[in-house]
């Protein structure tokens, strides 16, 4: 029996038998778990241990629904990704949007579990009721953009989850990258897909999912739609979360030179709204059934940089811009570039540059060792040096490789109390000495240090 918002139906893939099937899930998981992170939790809970390799083929990855993916709901388009992650060594989970998620429903499906490991790079095509593991060994070595097309190649209607080299390399802090524009961005979940060789997943599907009051659910989203729009068009549609750095730094809320830093208010202005998006052109690149369109389409072209596409969020232009002294846009749109093609996460990109930063300062690493000049606010030497992390080549991509915690302790002794992190998570751009509930957040946060939960700092901070 189909429940209201659930398929009740999960889609497994073993890659190393090639088994692919799918099961009946009974509708009292869905009210136990709600859907999304939480089943995947209980999932991971059930077929992971502590002796799980995140690595290894026994690890389940897990991407998963929960009913506001029914319909036409505004902002529907996240969906959760959870597995054991090769980072920290415990749970993981992350969140994306673009269109793959309600794709998958439409497809008929809550979740999709993949376990095993392929012989050779592998993707994966759901078109409904036909599942087929395809061969992607010309996939393998391409860009996550470059793949995303060549995936798309034969049918432009297929949302595409994908990885970049670094997820191939198994850079334990790879991402997920989605139809060319969203992230799954945190825990490394790129090189667990990695380690199982699997480079896609394409999906499409056309079915109509199961609710209630099909008539009503229309007429209430439509009428959210309209006035989540009106409350956002002069704010978060207008500029996109760049808008916050401004207001960020002032409440000492973005990291500032490695978290060492107090104020950089000229900064801040240089690389947030309103200049972001005169300099950057930026405009709305929205999200499945989304009225607000946070992300931003980008185009550079001049002081010797020149991209279109996805533009940098407020994560980045924190991690990438304040974090390192960067204030040159054109070169935060090039580092933010390269890592989404290289699929890795700009948060723990950021922070290893950040601490490879503080490193060479401090005389722990030279331009001998290195090959590049890691002084603050070098935009070309953050850009070198995220080139060897997403690519696992070079003294700092396989220092790096394994995490800032890992690189600290071959780098110095006295690196490891420099790494901001908890449970091995570096902190994204949000400083928990400007909020006490934000610090409360991080310590008890699931995956480690998230600003995706709670969010009472928002609060505490004198608005919602």
């Known amino acids: 029996m189909m429940a209201n918002g659930y398929w009740n139906r999960v889609l497994r893939v073993d890659l190393s038998s090639g088994n692919i099937r799918a099961d009946e899930v009974s509708e009292d998981v ?23 390799d995140p690595l290894g083929p026994d690890n389940p990855l897990i991407f998963a629904l929960g009913p506001y993916q029914a319909g036409r709901n505004p902002g529907n388009a996240k969906w959760s990704v ?9 749970y993981a989970d992350s969140a994306a949007s673009a269109n793959w998620g309600p794709a998958l429903k439409r497809a008929g499906y809550d979740a999709l579990i993949v ?15 036909h599942v087929e593991i395809k061969d992607a060994r010309s996939l393998w070595g391409l860009d996550a953009y470059a793949a995303v097309d ?37 825990c490394g979940i790129g090189a667990v897909m990695g380690s199982k060789q699997l480079k896609a997943i394409a999906v499409k599907g056309r079915k109509r999912v199961p609710v209630h009051d099909e008539r009503r659910l229309l007429q209430v989203s439509k009428q959210r739609f309209q006035e989540i729009y009106a409350a956002a068009k002069d704010g978060l549609r207008q500029h996109g979360t760049p808008e916050l750095c401004i207001t960020a730094e002032g409440f000492g809320d973005m990291p500032i030179k490695h978290w060492t830093g107090d104020t950089w208010p000229e900064g801040a202005a240089r690389i947030g709204a309103p200049r972001y998006t005169e300099f950057l052109h930026a405009r709305p690149l929205p999200c499945a059934n989304c009225p607000i369109g946070c992300h931003r389409h980008i185009q550079v072209d001049g002081e010797g940089y020149a991209l279109e596409g996805p533009g940098p969020e407020y994560e980045t232009l924190g991690m990438l811009g304040s974090n390192l002294l960067v204030d040159d846009l054109g070169a935060i749109a090039v ?31 030279t331009k001998e060792q290195t090959g590049i000049d890691l002084t603050w606010g070098n935009g070309e030497a953050m850009i070198a040096m995220i080139e060897q992390l997403g690519n696992r080549t070079g003294f700092l991509g396989e220092t790096f490789a394994e995490g800032t915690l890992s690189a600290a302790r071959q780098i110095h002794p006295d690196a490891v109390p420099l790494v901001v992190h908890v449970k091995g998570l570096d902190y994204p751009a949000h400083d928990a000495r400007s909020s006490f509930s934000l610090a409360i957040n991080y310590a008890t946060g699931t995956r480690g240090a998230c600003h995706m939960r709670g ?6 901070m004198g608005g919602l």
């Open 115 to 129: 376990t095993g490991r392929a012989n050779s790079p592998v993707y994966l095509l759901i078109d409904e009721d």
């Open 150 to 186: 060549a995936v798309r190649h034969t049918d432009k209607d297929l949302s595409v989850v994908t990885i970049g080299p670094a997820g191939e390399k198994q850079v334990r802090f790879a991402c997920l990258v989605v139809d060319a524009h969203s992230f799954a961005g945190r």
């Open 30 to 52: 869905w009210k136990l778990s709600i859907g999304g992170a939480g089943y995947g939790a209980m999932v991971l809970l059930e077929e992971a241990t502590a002796d799980t």
């Open 335 to 365: 580092a933010n570039d390269l890592c989404n093609r290289l699929g890795i996460d700009t948060i723990s990109a950021g922070a290893s540059v950040g601490l490879a930063m503080e490193c060479y300062e401090k005389g722990w690493l």
């Open 82 to 90: 959870v597995t054991k992650s090769p980072l920290t060594g415990t």
């Open 455 to 460: 969010v009472t700092e928002d609060v505490e």
